[in-house]
């Protein structure tokens, strides 16, 4: 079976860093080099938001609120994806999923769809 668990959030003042963590069990996503696998974020009430992602070439996406501030990054052997956050701000304060596809991710500003498996999420507070 597929999981995805998220771990690392907590809560940091503005301009402090966090680095989430995912690791994927099972086979689905295995090597995850074949899978395009991403960060969303959500807060109540609103839409869910495309963060990073990386290709199964290891390009990376980010949206672009978090341009220069986070970077995701992959462990081909630990089978884990990564979020580096520094320079946090208030509006980054969401609950933070990790999600995967086993495709290249789509192309462009679509690189936020087609994300099939989701792990539970983990909350991210930044105070200001």
């Known amino acids: 079976q597929v999981q995805l668990v998220e771990s690392g959030g907590g809560s940091v003042q503005a301009g402090g860093s966090l680095k989430l963590s995912c690791a994927v069990s099972g086979y689905t996503y295995r090597p995850i080099t074949k899978a395009c696998l991403g960060w969303f974020r959500q807060v109540p009430g609103k839409e869910r938001e495309g963060v990073a992602a990386i290709d199964t070439d290891g390009t990376t996406m980010y949206h672009g609120s978090v341009l220069g501030r986070f970077t995701i990054s992959r462990d081909n052997h630990q089978n884990a994806i990564y979020l580096q956050m520094n320079n946090l701000k208030p509006e980054d304060t969401a609950m933070y999923y990790c999600?995967?596809?086993?495709?290249?991710?789509?192309?462009?500003?679509?690189?936020?769809?087609?994300?099939?498996?989701w792990g539970p999420g983990t909350q991210v507070t930044v105070s200001s």
């Open positions: 999600a995967a596809h086993g495709d290249d991710c789509f192309p462009g500003v679509l690189w936020n769809l087609g994300f099939r498996d």
